[in-house]
């Protein structure tokens, strides 16, 4: 399942832009193949062109992308978030970002994290500076407030795509019963027609076998095969019209809930 088959993406974009710049928070949606599915807001040169343009640093932040739940510290230093896409208890992606500071960050801390990554110390710390400062109860809470709007907007994308399909098809199947249920009666009428002839066939076969007298006992054996069928057919037909009875009760039913809807 993926978020791009059923969600206005436009607005989902919207979503995510405004609270970029409602937040400073840098924010970036994947699918659940981790791909990007969305912009990248307020991404950072301090994460994006030197951290992960290393070897080192790629390596440990893709590790912190698959493991970090909710609000956690990356290998970094920096404060960053990621919140799971649900629908319908199914993972279908996620919404990560952050990459800014809790608190005035300890240069030596982040020097150190220079030389482990192979990045110039002075150019790293240049970076850095430019890093937004928030509180960590304010990131917790920018992040669990986009990833509950994000995931209460697809959830009713989704509803509103797939239910909308369910009911134009029930509708539509509401109809073809009603057809096919015209079918049975008609053909029911036929048999019941069939029926009468048959009891019309048993009798006179009968009346042909008494005047016939001995030579007419051929008669009879057919009168007899005429009238057991004539009566399994009446008992098949009464019970084909209490199923149909049921089913338009059932149909009406079906159509008069759609209606009052």
Not at 16 to 22: D, F, I, L, P, R
């Given at each position: 399942m993926k978020i791009q088959d059923f969600t206005n993406m436009e607005k989902f974009e919207e979503?995510?832009?405004?609270?970029?710049?409602?937040?400073?928070?840098?924010t970036v949606a994947v699918g659940a193949d981790g791909n990007y599915i969305s912009d990248c807001y307020n991404f950072t040169d301090f994460c994006i062109k030197l951290t992960r343009g290393s070897v080192e640093g790629k390596k440990r932040c893709e590790q912190c992308d698959r493991e970090g739940k909710g609000v956690y510290h990356c290998h970094a230093g920096l404060v960053d978030f990621g919140i799971d896409l649900v629908v319908n208890g199914q993972k279908v992606g996620s919404v990560i970002g952050g990459q800014v500071l809790p608190e005035n960050?300890?240069?030596?801390?982040?020097?150190?994290?220079?030389?482990?990554?192979?990045?110039?110390?002075?150019?790293?710390?240049?970076?850095?500076?430019?890093?937004?400062?928030?509180?960590?109860?304010?990131?917790?809470?920018?992040?669990?407030?986009?990833?509950?709007?994000?995931?209460?907007?697809?959830?009713?994308?989704?509803?509103?795509?797939?239910?909308?399909?369910?009911?134009?098809?029930?509708?539509?199947?509401?109809?073809?019963?009603?057809?096919?249920v015209?079918?049975?009666?008609?053909?029911?009428?036929?048999?019941?027609?069939?029926?009468?002839?048959?009891?019309?066939?048993?009798?006179?076969?009968?009346?042909?076998?008494?005047?016939?007298?001995?030579?007419?006992?051929?008669?009879?054996?057919?009168?007899?095969?005429?009238g057991a069928l004539s009566v399994e057919s009446r008992q098949l037909n009464e019970q084909i019209s209490k199923n149909i009875a049921s089913i338009s009760t059932v149909v009406h039913g079906m159509t008069m809930e759609d209606t009052l809807k």
């Open positions: 979503i995510m832009s405004n609270w970029a710049k409602a937040t400073g928070l840098a960050p300890d240069e030596e801390k982040f020097a150190k994290v220079a030389r482990e990554l192979g990045i110039d110390e002075d150019t790293y710390l240049r970076a850095l500076d430019k890093v937004s400062v928030k509180t960590e109860e304010a990131i917790i809470a920018s992040a669990n407030l986009l990833g509950e709007v994000l995931n209460n907007f697809i959830n009713a994308e989704y509803n509103s795509k797939y239910n909308g399909t369910l009911i134009e098809k029930l509708t539509g199947g509401v109809t073809e019963c009603e057809r096919l015209g079918e049975i009666q008609q053909n029911t009428d036929a048999l019941n027609r069939i029926q009468q002839r048959q009891n019309i066939l048993a009798l006179n076969a009968s009346i042909e076998a008494a005047r016939a007298g001995d030579v007419g006992r051929g008669f009879a054996v057919v009168a007899k095969e005429v």
